[in-house]
């Protein structure tokens, strides 16, 4: 028997914004049902990761998911493939309430009773959101906004999630909630999951391994224990 291929992989991916290169030479490799974190500085390129996985903008080399290519794909074709982006900066819509922003999740399903039934399980899931459901998504604190916009990427019953530095912007121990909240998702659902993150001592809670990016290239990869051994990831990225 050969090995099953990897849900995800991307080999020496480039990617540009018009002439601009940003990437130029990303790899990494995601398991079925594993979860993979994105580390690098600021302008490392791990946003523009994320936006060549989901068909916005132009890249080179090979992206596959389910061992199919991504690459031409427009951003609504890769969504219905099972890839639910949660973008940086969280992207929910202030004015509708956090109901709604759940049925947008799930704009492409048409079983209504089970997009019923997902929305009472994502507030299972997140339990701040159950109180709020029929609160604009405008009143909810910087936390509860990223774990709905984490709960509406669910409402795709997407395969992959990506989910771009959830952490951005939250006081510590509110972001170490969201962390936690991802952490029970992964646990009980069979959901796979790409997670970029700047504070990797966050990451390393969630993450069984981890590329780091410099400049739009992977310059170092491997399982989270590995990594978090090593000198330069201690003295870059943990603080230590
Ligand atoms: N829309 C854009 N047009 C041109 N350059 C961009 C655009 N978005 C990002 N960049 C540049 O691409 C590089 C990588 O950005 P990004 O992927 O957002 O990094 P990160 O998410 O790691 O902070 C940066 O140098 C940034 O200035
Ligand atoms: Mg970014």
């Known amino acids: 028997m050969t090995a099953r291929s990897p849900l995800l992989e991307l080999t020496d991916v480039t990617a540009s914004y018009g002439r601009i290169q940003v990437l130029d030479g990303v790899s990494l490799s995601l398991e079925d049902g594993g979860a993979v974190g994105i580390l690098g500085a600021n302008g490392a390129g791990k946003t523009t990761t994320l936006r060549a996985i989901s068909g916005m903008v132009r890249t ?6 389910d061992g199919r290519s991504l690459r031409g ?3 609504d074709q890769v969504a219905r493939l099972g890839i639910a982006h949660v973008p940086e900066g969280r992207g929910t819509l202030g004015h509708l309430s956090v109901r709604e922003n759940l049925l947008v999740g799930a704009y492409q399903r048409k079983d209504r009773s089970g997009v019923a039934e997902d929305i009472d399980r994502c507030l299972d899931l997140f339990p701040n959101l159950a109180d709020r459901v029929s609160a604009p998504a405008a009143g909810l604190s910087g936390g509860e906004q990223q774990m ?16 771009d530095e ?3 912007g939250l006081a510590p121990t509110t972001a170490a909630t969201v962390y936690e909240s ?3 998702l992964r646990k009980e659902t069979a959901v796979s999951m790409l997670v970029v993150e700047q504070n990797a001592n966050l990451a390393f809670t969630l993450v069984d391994s981890a590329t780091v990016l ?3 290239r992977s310059v170092l990869s491997g399982p989270r224990d590995e990594l978090m051994g090593r ?4 003295r870059a990225y943990l603080g230590s």
Request: charge should be positive; proline fraction near 8%.
């Open 60 to 65: 080179g080399g090979s992206l596959t998911f």
């Open 73 to 75: 794909l427009r951003p």
């Open 148 to 163: 709905l916009a984490v709960a509406r990427g669910m409402m795709a019953k997407p395969r992959l999630l990506l989910l």
């Open 166 to 168: 959830p952490s951005l």
């Open 182 to 184: 991802i952490g029970r």
């Open 214 to 216: 410099e400049t739009g």
């Open 231 to 234: 000198d330069e990831i201690r």
